[in-house]
């Protein structure tokens, strides 16, 4: 899994919590905190960790399986 960072763009966020691309965009779409720097969407570190553990937490099936 890659490194802390404490900014990510969209591709590197998803490469952080193993999700698509178009997964992160739906999150930002959907409210996900986000800043523009010169065209380019930046995503803090703590704003992408607490938007992937809702997730994480909304799903079903992980918490069936007692995976959080």
Request: with cysteine.
């Amino acid at each position: 899994m890659p490194e802390n960072q404490e900014n990510y763009t969209i591709k590197a966020a998803a490469e952080r919590v193993g999700k698509s691309t178009r997964t992160i965009e739906r999150w930002v779409r959907d409210g996900m905190r986000c800043r523009d720097v010169a065209g380019i969407v930046v995503i803090e570190h703590s704003d992408l960790m607490a938007q992937y553990r809702v997730k994480i937490l909304a799903n079903p099936n992980r918490q069936k399986r007692g995976i959080q």
